[in-house]
Structures are given as C-alpha cells and as structure tokens.
C-alpha cells in the first residue's frame, strides 16, 4: 500500500506503541509488559492493537528482523542502464533471475537498480555474467564495503 | 554464526512475523515442541549474533506519510569516507548508509544514504542538511528516486532452494 492514511486512522496509543516497537523487544516471556505499563493497557490489548495496525496496513509486520549476511549468503547492488526503448524487455529477463531479490527503476541514466542474492559470493559474478549475456548490457556491481549503524525511525 | 536445523525451524516458522498473543516465544515453542526457554535462548543468541537484528515491528513508511525516498550519491574523499558515513547513517531520517566501490568513469559515487520524507522538496532538504555535513569532503552527489518496484520477493534462507 503506497497511499497514507488519515491523520484519526491511529490514536495516542496506537502512535506510541509504533514509536516504541521499532526499536525492538525484549526476548522474554511477556515481551509486551514493559510498553504495556507505559501506555497503561493490559498486554492482551497491546496484541489486539497491534493486530489491527496490521490489518489497516499502518505497519508491514511484526517478528525478527535478519541480517541476510550473517546467516550465510552474498548480496550485491546491481544497475544497468538500459535504453528506454528496451526496457520492459530487459526486465523480463533480469526479473527471472531467482537470484534478483529486488529491483527497481530509478531516474538516472543507471535507470535499473537490483539486489542479487546468493548462497555463496563467486555467485553473485555468476549471475551478473549471465544477466550480461542475456541482455547485451553491462551490470555494473556495487557490493557494501561498509555498512554504518542506522539511526532511522519512523515518528507516528 | 552456525545456525542448526532447530535455529532454522525457529526462523522459518516466525519470517512472517510473531504469533499475535501477550507470550508469543511461549507459542512458538507449541508450534515447534520445544520449550518456551529454549526459542528464547536460541532467539537471544542469534540476536546477540547478529543474524536477528532485533524483533521489532515494520511501520509502513507510506501509510504514515513518508511517501517519497531517494537514494542519495556521494563522491567522498576516501580519506574522510567512513568517518563522515558513520556521521550520515546516524541521521534520524537516513534509513539506509553504505560505502561501496565506484564504477570510474560511469559512477563516482562510493557513499550511498537513502532519505525519506513526506514529499521531493522534504527529501531535498534533506539531501542539504547531509551535504551540509559533509561539506567540502563531497565532491559531487546526486539523489535517485524511485518510479516503480520491478520485482520484490522475500529473502530465501540460504539451503532452502
């Protein structure tokens, strides 16, 4: 869902629990008790509202976040620049590539940017030789060297 | 970090998202036959791993009105690169903060941030405070938007085909 919803769609609490639940939760029997003090709601109704946070798509899910890299795998950031005139094409063919986990059209010249992810990294020159081969243009690799500590959160 | 068959199940059975009730580490463990303590531990050791980054919840950036992103390019001073990146990924409204390689002569650009903001000119304010802070380190930038999602498609556990 890419439209935003009405300001009255999420209340005070509904705004603090997406406040507080970015930043993670503690692995504990009752993981909801401390937000639940805070907001001064039993936890069954943390649950419920999280629940419908969900079914009203103000929140896209709710569980472990996993660090691709850490469990084993090679990614990379790919992008082409792909003459316009053959760019559904293009896209036919890259997309049918299972190792292409997301891809995305960008205004540049570089107009096609996509994640390669594979179990082990002499993949990744693989797949791009392949993808090289298929449509007659270059894929041009942008692997993290380096990846900085997020700050990021999204105020409700 | 190794992870075993058990850590794998617990994965799998939780990547689209923890069971809705006030003990849901308690639930996990019916649905797999293993002991609530056990899916704790596990859990907290892959945590303090790294492979779960955190158990949290996902806000839908559109639905709450950040409707606009860009992935804004910089050409850093090597030098100055993961001192000044650190600074970058460290701003509330940076989501994402990468050094990668350039491509000479198509790509200059080896620090990559994505900005979000409730429209283009909020991105592009942004964008000015990040060059703000870069100051004269960044020789050039650029910013890409997004026009369309071409393909996403859940991450696949490495051994699951």
Not at chain 1, 33 to 39: D, K, L, N, Q, S
Not at chain 1, 111 to 136: D, H, K, Q, S, Y
Request: net charge negative; charged share 25%.
């Amino acid at each position: 869902m890419r439209s935003t919803l009405p300001a009255e769609a999420l209340d005070a609490t509904d705004r603090l629990l997406i406040n507080r639940l970015q930043d993670g939760l503690p692995l504990t029997h009752a993981p909801f008790g401390p937000v639940a003090a805070e907001a001064g709601i039993p936890e069954a109704d943390i649950v419920a509202r999280i629940a419908h946070l969900r079914e009203i798509g103000a929140i896209t899910r709710f569980g472990p976040f996993l660090d691709a890299e850490a469990m084993g795998g090679a990614f990379c950031l790919c992008a082409m620049a792909v003459p316009p005139a053959r760019f559904d094409e293009v896209m036919t063919l890259v997309n049918a590539h299972p190792e292409v986990a997301h891809n995305y059209e960008r205004l540049h010249r570089l107009n096609m940017w996509f994640v390669l992810a594979c179990e082990r990294p002499e993949e990744i020159a693989e797949a791009a030789a392949r993808i090289e081969g298929e449509t007659g243009l270059t894929v041009l690799r942008f692997p993290k060297l380096k990846e900085f500590f997020i700050g990021f959160r999204v105020e409700a | 970090m190794t992870l075993d068959a058990t850590d794998r199940r617990i994965l799998k059975a939780t990547a689209s998202g923890l069971p809705l009730t006030p003990h849901p580490f308690e639930e996990v463990g019916r649905w797999l036959f293993l002991p609530e303590n056990e899916v704790i531990a596990r859990m907290q050791a892959m945590q303090d791993d790294g492979v779960i980054r955190r158990v949290a919840l996902a806000p839908n950036h559109y639905a709450l009105g950040l409707a606009a992103n860009g992935m804004s390019v910089w050409d850093i001073d090597d030098t100055h690169a993961e001192a000044l990146g650190a600074q970058v990924g460290a701003l509330p409204f940076v989501s994402h903060c990468y050094l990668r390689p350039r491509a000479l002569p198509d790509w200059p650009y080896n620090l990559f941030a994505m900005l979000h903001g409730h429209s283009r000119e909020e991105v592009e304010a942004k964008r000015a405070e990040v060059a703000a802070l870069l100051g004269p380190a960044a020789r050039g930038s650029d910013v890409l938007y997004s026009t369309r999602i071409l393909k996403k498609s859940g991450m696949r556990l490495a051994g699951e085909g």
